[in-house]
């Protein structure tokens, strides 16, 4: 179906190729994962499948790529959209029109399919991902997973042979993303279409797969890397980097390699060494539960036009003290951090700020002593180079002269000091997330609010973030995190706060809150439940 | 559903009625059917109901009557008199002019309501079909550009919070930048990432051609005619029959050009327009109220239109053929509603 043939490209304007001598076959009807650091040349490689690269990209390309007998570099994109169906990471950036069934049309319309046939393939392309009773919608109203459900539907209703996804789930909460790929696995099941996915989540996808291709990182003096391509278990025990049930597997010498809880419950209910420990339970963090009140919020209450998004919410945080907020979205955890920081104005309720309320301070004063880390970071961006994103926000506290942190420390502390005088637009999404860090924290917050921090971060940059958070912690700063990502909160924690409809419905450890939680609990504390493990480390050490 | 084309027809007889009377029973009359087909018509989710005109209103018509009370210093019943000296506004405050004010700002809300009404309930997509198959690849880029207005708003209001966030505070012009680029930096990148989106979809594969040369030729010359015509009517008044003649030549040159231009973009439709009963229920009542607004129909006292309150205020003249000529704007939500109990 298939065939890189020592394919080798480089961007126009890069010194080094992004995809060096690339081989591989994909067969029809696989459902294959990519998988890969930031920069790997993930996107680079899928978007070669259906002739973006180069044709929309430019850069020089050597070797060959064969899709179902055509060849996507000589024919193009255009010709190559009747094989191959395409998936960006936002939904929302691939719409033409407003509604659902409108925009699954649309390509057909272009292609002049008769009328007749047009209405038969988007019943059927509607059907395939269960969007047929928000046929009539307009796309603003829908959920992200609903959006991004109506792309899937719009490349099948061209009946593809291939379907490239870039990411398709990275900006979705966790229900969306399952939704999603619900809908994925059923297609590949049901219709045999051929899947090549690339993802930086694993757990959640890596069941599914029949194979997984791993694009290391590339060289910096651009020598070859190998890919690694196989079944998922093969591939797993040669990458440094995998999902924690993967971790532990690898750790204990687990063969087969557990994939899902459920396969490693055959593991742990013969193992009598890891029955042995569920005894001792274990205290995460012991110098968490002494703490000076940092920030105090007490009976907060908003809503907007009358529609209540916070009710009663009570939450302290203390010096050096790493809480996490998670919830289903819309629950209320974004208007929480916005009141904190004077960009909404609660109706009711007190915020306080080591002891001084916040009430009535303007938002650009409050954010001196509060860092907010907005969830999309590039609204931040916009100096020539990263260094200046620092003096902006220190010039407009009027602290160039006197900065409270040295820039240059900070920038070394992000690991963005050779990136000084870079673009920051140009960089990658988690290089541009640190960026926008150093930006708000350059002020040296007391206090640090983090909206979604991990959003398209690889699993080496996730674990860099921890350890920054856990330095600020250890000099004295409170910090509020807001994520999905369960298996990050469970690394980073003191503790774990729990909203649903606006109301704060479990505050405790992390042990306490998640592991209870059908939702929300990692992988380790399901198939050890009772035992209060939340992470490899907690199993192994 | 009601057809676009009939909705069109809808709001502009709505804004040929507002701009023909300043009698307030009609303008209520009038301002009182919009918010009832707004009701009936819009999609419920989304629907606002009236609550947007009576914001409206309540800026509108006290500005409107402020405004006309204290520069029109007309009418006979003076409430007070401002000092001459003070320049515009210097006079006498007549109730008269209050009472004008009051009514072009009722004039007003009544439009914004019909072209309220209009935009709720005709979608984008059906407001592009409108743009000739000829100029397909235009339709296209005003449909995005419609969709792209309110994705950038959103993302103007997040750029403006992230800026705040870092302290920044917006005091002079200067101070727009830090906004302006993002947003800016952001438009372009949504654009090129819907670029490269419709590409992967097909777009552009197999009308990728520019328009033959002689349809262009045929367009400038339909085009000559038509501006030609339309000069002569202007300045030559002993040849209006010819130059009437040269605009209608020039129009049909133009039509035919599109459509035989049209016939070559190999292009479906999938939900074509269909003609209804329904639509032509909307059309003919439409008709009627044109027709009762500007034709001197026998039994209809038109004169009832043209009230005025100038020189003294007096209860305005109602003609209740008039009134139930107006009703015929009511019939989209009529025929919602027998839809709906079908």
Redesign the interface.
């Known amino acids: 179906m298939i065939h890189f043939n020592h394919l080798t490209y480089t961007y126009p304007g890069s010194p080094r190729p992004v995809l060096a001598d690339v081989t591989l076959d994909i067969a029809e009807g696989e459902f294959v994962l990519l998988a890969g650091p930031s920069g790997a040349g993930k996107s680079t490689l899928l978007r070669c499948l259906?002739g973006?690269v180069p044709?929309?990209t430019g850069g020089t390309l050597s070797g060959s790529v064969t899709v179902a007998g055509h060849d996507p570099v000589a024919e193009g994109?255009?010709?190559l959209?009747?094989v191959?169906g395409?998936i960006?990471q936002?939904p929302?950036?691939?719409?033409?029109?407003?509604?659902v069934?409108?925009e699954v049309?649309?390509?057909?319309?272009?292609?002049?399919?008769?009328?007749a046939e047009?209405?038969a393939r988007?019943e059927q392309a509607l059907d395939l991902v269960d969007l047929v009773p928000l046929r009539d919608?307009?796309l603003?109203?829908l959920s992200g997973g609903e959006k991004q459900r109506v792309a899937i539907a719009?490349?099948l209703a061209?009946r593809p042979r291939l379907l490239v996804l870039d990411e398709p789930t990275s900006q979705l909460d966790p229900q969306s993303a399952e939704e999603v790929l619900a809908a994925l696995v059923r297609l590949n099941r049901d219709l045999g279409l051929t899947m090549v996915l690339a993802e930086h989540r694993l757990e959640r996808i890596l069941p599914h797969v029949h194979r997984l291709i791993y694009l290391p990182a590339p060289q910096i003096d651009g020598g070859m890397v190998e890919v690694l391509s196989g079944p998922p278990r093969q591939v797993l025990h040669q990458m440094d980097l995998t999902p924690p049930l993967v971790t532990l597997g690898k750790a204990l010498g687990w063969e087969p390699l557990p994939l899902t809880v459920e396969e490693a419950r055959h593991f742990t209910d013969r193992k009598s060494q890891i029955a042995n420990r569920k005894s001792s339970s274990i205290i995460r963090n012991p110098q968490s539960t002494i703490h000076n009140p940092l920030l105090a919020v007490r009976s907060l209450h908003f809503s907007y036009d009358g529609e209540p998004a916070l009710r009663d919410v009570t939450l302290t945080i203390g010096e050096g003290e790493l809480v996490v907020l998670m919830g289903r979205n819309g629950s209320g955890k974004t208007t929480l951090l916005?009141c904190i920081?004077g960009?909404l104005c609660p109706q009711q309720g007190e915020i306080r700020l080591a002891g001084e309320p916040l009430a009535g301070r303007?938002?650009?004063?409050v954010?001196?002593n509060i860092g907010?880390l907005?969830q999309?970071?590039?609204?931040?961006?916009?100096a020539d180079t990263v260094a200046e994103e620092l003096q902006?926000?220190l010039r407009?506290?009027g602290l160039v002269d006197h900065p409270p942190l040295d820039p240059t420390v900070l920038l070394e502390r992000l690991g963005l000091s050779d990136l000084a005088t870079s673009y920051p637009?140009d960089l990658s999404v988690g290089q541009r997330q640190r960026v926008a860090l150093g930006?708000?924290t350059v002020?040296r917050p007391r206090l640090l609010l983090f909206d979604e921090p991990t959003r398209g971060m690889d699993y080496v940059a996730k674990r860099d973030l921890v350890h920054l958070l856990r330095e600020w912690q250890a000099e004295g700063a409170g910090i509020l995190l807001v994520t999905h990502d369960v298996e990050w909160a469970a690394q980073a924690a003191d503790r774990v706060v729990m909203l649903r409809q606006g109301q704060a419905v479990a505050d405790g450890s992390p042990s306490d809150v998640l592991a209870g939680s059908p939702l929300f609990a990692p992988q380790i504390a399901r198939l050890f439940p009772g035992t209060g493990w939340l992470t490899v480390e907690d199993v192994v050490s | 559903m009601v057809d676009v084309r009939a909705w069109l027809l809808w709001a502009l007889t709505v804004l040929v009625v507002a701009s023909s009377t300043r009698n307030p029973f009609y303008v209520v009359l009038l301002l009182l059917v919009t918010m009832v087909v707004g009701a009936t018509c819009a999609p419920v989710r989304g629907r606002r109901g009236a609550l947007p005109s009576l914001r409206f209103a309540a800026v509108a018509v006290p500005m409107a009557t402020l405004f006309n009370g204290l520069t029109a210093h007309l009418g006979d019943t003076v409430l007070l008199r401002l000092p001459a000296w003070l320049p515009l506004l210097g006079g006498p405050v007549t109730l008269e002019a209050l009472a004008f004010g009051a009514l072009n700002g009722l004039t007003l809300t009544t439009i914004f309501s019909g072209f309220a009404v209009f935009n709720q309930v005709t979608p984008v997509r059906d407001l592009v079909r409108l743009t000739p198959r000829a100029f397909h690849e235009a339709g296209v880029v005003l449909s995005i550009a419609l969709t792209f207005v309110p994705q950038t708003t959103r993302s103007l209001a997040r750029i403006r919070e992230a800026q705040a966030v870092r302290g920044h505070r917006v005091r002079g012009l200067r101070d727009w930048l830090p906004i302006f680029i993002p947003l800016l930096v952001s438009g372009l990148e949504r654009s090129m990432g819907l670029a490269e989106a419709m590409v992967a979809r097909g777009y552009g594969a197999v009308s990728d051609r520019a328009q033959p040369l002689r349809t262009q030729a045929f367009l400038a010359l339909g085009l000559f005619v038509l501006l030609g015509g339309w000069l002569a009517f202007l300045f030559l008044p002993s040849w209006k029959a010819v130059a009437l003649g040269g605009m209608i030549v020039g129009v049909g040159i133009i039509v035919g050009v599109l459509r035989l231009a049209g016939r070559a973009v190999p292009r479906t439709v999938y939900r074509p327009y269909r003609w209804s009963r329904r639509d032509t229920l909307v059309v003919l009542g439409c008709g009627l109220v044109l027709a009762v607004i500007l034709l001197p129909l026998p039994l209809v006292n038109r004169a009832t239109l043209a009230y005025t309150p100038f020189p003294r205020l007096a209860l305005p003249p109602f003609d209740p053929l008039v009134g139930l000529g107006l009703l015929g704007l009511v019939v989209p939500a009529v025929v919602a509603t027998g839809k709906s109990r079908s």
């Open positions: 259906n973006l044709h929309f994109p255009q010709v959209s009747r191959v395409f960006f936002d929302e950036a691939q719409f033409v029109v407003d509604r069934e409108d049309a649309f390509a057909l319309e272009n292609a002049a399919i008769p009328p047009m209405r988007i919608r307009p603003d109203t719009a490349a061209l916005k920081v960009l303007e938002t650009a004063d954010c001196q907010y907005p999309e970071p590039d609204a931040l961006l916009f902006v926000t407009n506290h637009r930006a708000v002020t």
